[in-house]
């Protein structure tokens, strides 16, 4: 820490009680009291350095009274202050350092110590001495801190001003190029070490500076100091993300921000390894407004993670509409980049219905499509093949996380008993339908809400499973769905539909590229033997083999599907329907390993429908 010795005469004060006594030998000729001490001291040391205490003494001589007794209750810094400007009057040895010399600037401006009462005075010591401080980063966090005890004297003189902009301009620049002497910057790799350069013994090299170095120092400040700092270092050009990183480090200082964190138990509560307390929660609110005003607003400067804790922690404060709703539009535009244990923000309301908060999740995924929308202009959406979840184009793929983020969240909150129909449905259908290159997602979803609220109607058990597309589920959740008694009849026949529908396509594809390969193989043969006529060639029937093997179990998997309808209440009549009319056959024919001619034909094309208009035949045959 950075000293300036004043003065040369030896200790000549002595405390009695609350009374302080100068042992020069002479008596006292005035008494100058200070808060609840008093200084017993001679008038001529003090009123050839101060313009004040001249005043006062002469006022108080000209009355005839032969002991002087002043009060100087309004002095900042207080009987400690006054203690060190008795002793510079007097010529004892004292250190200004950056503890006391904003106390002492601000006494001495207070009375008068300039240098039309005698050169060298306590006001040109101590702005020397500011001065010097300002070019110390370490210095200057203490000098700023200590201004607190004198805030209204300190920013007349402008010393809270000039010390900022000192701190502002150091954490903008880098210590490795200017050498600013920071906490922790210079330390060895370990200390004491040393290494070996061409046989020369010299000291290891300091460590690398990051980007964060200064982040813990200005913590320590108060919320309004730091405010003041944070804007400087912005006005400065610091980058977006360091000054998130630093409101970040500062709120977890100073907030609850864990996960579980309960406000009540938090206040007041002394952070281990330092002296600092939790405000109250009153503080914490206001403190946690002026983050959040703080916060830059680039998307992704600040994680996704932070924000929601900070939501959260912004609903257990009960902080105002305003700020709670800053939050959601932050998280809203980087959703994306959210987990799902964060999203599970616990119902801090008054009329608590369900568990979680699902209205703010609600607001959150509805500011997100906006903000997509805004992006994506007038760009039609394109699509993403059944299996290729990242692959799409690069303006799907955020989409495409969001989609599968709310069906993950749909499944947690799914289960519990409170949440409404309606509640699920408007989360759910906020997600456009190409967004899901699968819908396995939303189906587990819907299963569990079926599971966990088994007193629906069958009219709201067709309503929820309209938000899912039998058509995009994978052959596992298809499985599972044709022998889920939960779901609608209706909703089981259309997965058995397109079951059969899938099956046929992939039949088809399988005898065409076996047709290419025995095409291109006799191609190949033939012309290898002009080639080449000793060449080895590989036998076609086992690749025909396996595809015949393939087709088989295929007619097996669709005959045991078949079989479980069957075993639901109406609906063999309904199969028949359907496959009537379609032309289904339960056994092809055409395909017959047994058959001794080889399957060299196509098998018949299925019915020339869209997609859109077999789903609505099928709903047709059914309702009649």
């Known amino acids: ?352 219905e369900t568990l979680y908060d699902i209205d703010c999740v609600q607001r959150i995924l509805d500011h997100y499509m906006l903000v997509d929308q805004a992006t994506a202009g007038s760009s039609s959406p394109c699509v993403v093949d059944e299996g290729q979840l990242m692959d799409g184009c690069p303006s799907l793929t955020p989409m495409t996380m969001v989609a599968k983020l709310v069906d993950e969240y749909l499944a947690e909150v799914s289960s519990d008993v409170n949440l409404k129909l309606p509640k699920f449905q408007s989360l759910a259908a906020v997600i456009p339908d190409y967004a899901r290159p699968l819908d396995d997602g939303i189906y587990r979803a819907i299963d569990i809400y079926l599971k966990s609220h088994p007193w629906l109607t069958d009219s709201e058990r067709e309503q929820i499973c309209r938000l899912m597309n039998c058509q995009k589920l994978s052959l596992e959740a298809s499985t599972h769905a044709a022998q889920n008694e939960r779901l609608p009849l209706r909703v089981i026949v259309q997965v058995l539909f397109f079951e059969q529908l899938r099956l046929r396509t992939s039949i088809a594809g399988w005898f065409f590229v076996s047709d290419n390969l025995e095409n291109s193989q006799n191609t190949h043969e033939n012309l290898a033997l002009a080639r080449n006529n000793g060449s080895n060639q590989v036998d076609p029937s086992i690749s025909i083999d396996e595809m015949r093997l393939r087709v088989s179990e295929l007619e097996k998997e669709c005959s045991s599907m078949k079989q479980e309808i069957e075993k639901l209440g109406k609906a063999k009549s309904a199969w028949n329907i359907f496959s009537k009319k379609l032309g289904f056959k339960q056994k092809s024919q055409a395909c017959n390993p047994k058959v001794s001619k080889p399957c060299s034909s196509k098998p018949p094309s299925p019915p020339q429908l869209p997609m859109n208009e077999q789903q609505n035949h099928i709903n047709g045959d059914l309702s009649n």
């Open 1 to 352: 820490m950075a000293c300036m010795k004043l003065g040369s005469k030896s200790e000549i004060f002595h405390r009695e009680n609350q009374n302080w006594f100068c042992t020069t030998g002479l008596p006292s000729d005035v008494v100058i009291e200070v808060g609840e001490m008093s200084f017993h001291l001679h008038k001529f040391p003090l009123l050839s350095r101060s313009g004040v205490l001249e005043k006062l003494i002469g006022d108080l001589s000209g009355e005839g009274g032969q002991n002087c007794v002043l009060q100087l209750n309004d002095i900042p810094g207080g009987p400690k202050v006054f203690e060190l400007i008795a002793k510079f009057c007097y010529g004892v040895k004292i250190e200004l350092t950056a503890l006391n010399v904003v106390s002492l600037r601000c006494a001495a401006e207070h009375l008068q110590m300039s240098e039309d009462y005698g050169e060298g005075n306590l006001i040109s010591h101590t702005e020397n001495f500011l001065n010097e401080v300002f070019g110390n980063w370490i210095d200057s966090i203490k000098l700023l801190e200590t201004c607190e005890e004198v805030l209204p004297h300190a920013e007349e003189l402008h010393i809270v001003s000039r010390c900022i902009n000192s701190l502002a301009m150091k954490a903008c620049a880098d210590p490795n190029l200017f050498g600013w002497p920071v906490s922790g910057c210079y330390k060895m790799q370990n200390a004491g070490d040393t290494v070996l350069w061409n046989g020369i013994c010299t000291e290891a090299k300091p460590c690398t500076v990051s980007e964060d170095w200064w982040y813990e120092d200005v913590s320590s400040l108060s919320l309004p100091l730091y405010k003041r700092l944070i804007l400087a270092v912005e006005s400065k050009g610091m980058k977006p993300e360091n000054i998130s990183g630093s409101l970040m480090f500062y709120s977890r200082r100073c907030l609850p921000l864990g996960r579980h964190s309960n406000s009540s138990e938090n206040v007041n509560r002394v952070i281990p390894g330092s002296t600092i307390s939790v405000p109250s929660e009153v503080n914490q609110r206001v403190l946690l407004e002026e983050i959040v005003g703080l916060l830059p607003n680039q998307k992704g400067v600040t994680p996704t993670k932070f924000l929601l804790g900070l939501l959260r922690t912004a609903m257990i404060l009960h902080a105002s509409p305003s700020c709670r709703e800053i939050l959601e539009k932050k998280v809203g535009a980087q959703l994306d980049q959210a987990a799902l244990e964060d999203l599970l923000i616990p119902n801090m309301g008054y009329s608590v």
